[in-house]
């Protein structure tokens, strides 16, 4: 670790043959402010992580974050807070993509910065003495985000028989992996500028169906619960990666067909997984969503959580129900009977 106090002088202070992991930086310094210091650091070395640190509450958050910031810590910030940032940058090093891939990433204008309403949101969802009824506070003041997890909480296909419209309840159906990621997918619409609310509905509608269908697979074939958890926070995270193209500009049916970053690899999928890092999700949990495009002998069960999303994925492409019939005969029986009984 390196520690600087003369913030004109970090460059002098760098080994040009061995990059930063990560730097952080205050905002608010003598002689260079620590947003503009950030973006000399993008341009020396695109693949360093960057944080920012920031006390000043006349200026957005979203206004800070961009391409030449991954993490914003606003003060007062805890050791929990810094442990974050720090395994974070420990999981991004860990992801199986190339030097190329990360500079890539490292840079894109679209990334975002995980907002605050979410951060806040799911810390309370992870500490094991929260109170219920004070997250369902938290999220009664989202009424969109209310809607779908009612919504979900009574959805027989997730094995809910009786109604409810207590959002606790719906809570302790859901569990914390559940909640947390609808939350993280529904509230990052506002960081999005040039993605319409329509669309953003419509990409997480599309991934709430894959997810729904990929862990009620993963039930019919016997995986243990905490996995089909695991199934199902991959498949709808993957919305993320699908976001950020549309962000950049490029039309929802190019999305698919794209793979720029990581040869053999869908950009959608790879930044889903870079994002989920930065985010603070496991890497388990990003290595899912990149083995979610690994193809499968249609004949066979499929041996990993990533291959069922893959599966979950070719039956959801199918759009007519010849189509499916045609698809479901090509499937192991025990795989074609769950699909042709699953409701369109």
């Not at 402010?33 to 070395?45: F, I, M, N, P, W």
């Not at 199934?231 to 190019?254: C, F």
Request: charged share 20%; proline share 5%.
């Amino acid at each position: 670790m390196d520690f600087i106090s003369d913030p004109t002088c970090w460059q002098q202070s760098v080994d040009p043959s061995a990059p930063p992991e990560l730097i952080l930086s205050d905002l608010l310094m003598p002689k260079l402010q620590g947003d503009e210091l950030l973006k000399q650091v993008a341009t020396r070395y695109p693949s360093t992580v960057r944080a920012l640190i920031t006390g000043d509450s006349s200026r957005d958050i979203p206004e800070l974050a961009g391409a030449n910031v991954h993490f914003i810590l606003p003060k007062p910030f805890t050791e929990s807070d810094f442990s974050y940032v720090l395994d974070s940058v420990e999981r991004l090093y860990d992801l199986p993509l190339s030097d190329k891939a990360r500079n890539q990433l490292a840079g894109l204008e679209a990334l975002p910065v995980l907002p605050s309403r979410i951060r806040k949101i799911n810390q309370a969802l992870r500490d094991p003495d929260a109170d219920v009824g004070h997250i369902a506070l938290m999220v009664s003041e989202e009424p969109a985000l209310v809607a779908r997890l009612l919504q979900l909480a009574n959805s027989a296909y997730l094995g809910f028989g009786k109604q409810t419209m207590s959002v606790e309840v719906a809570l302790n159906r859901l569990g914390t992996t559940v909640t947390s990621a609808l939350a993280t997918c529904m509230l990052a619409q506002k960081v999005f500028s040039q993605v319409s609310a329509q669309e953003h509905q419509s990409i997480v509608d599309q991934h709430l169906k894959l997810a729904g269908l990929s862990r009620n697979l993963s039930e019919q074939l016997g995986v243990a619960k905490a996995h089909q958890e695991s199934i199902y926070l991959a498949a709808l995270m993957s919305a993320l990666g699908e976001l950020v193209i549309r962000e950049m500009g490029t039309h929802q049916q190019d999305i698919e067909s794209l793979s720029t970053i990581e040869p053999g690899r869908s950009d959608a999928l790879v930044i889903t997984s870079y994002i989920l890092i930065l985010w603070g999700y496991s890497l388990e949990i990003a290595q899912i969503v990149l083995e979610s495009e690994e193809e499968i002998e249609l004949t066979t069960l499929p041996q990993s959580e990533g291959q069922m999303i893959w599966l979950c994925r070719q039956w959801m492409k199918q759009d007519s129900q010849t189509s499916r019939n045609q698809f479901c005969q090509q499937l192991a029986p025990q795989i074609g009977h769950f699909f042709q009984d699953w409701p369109e």
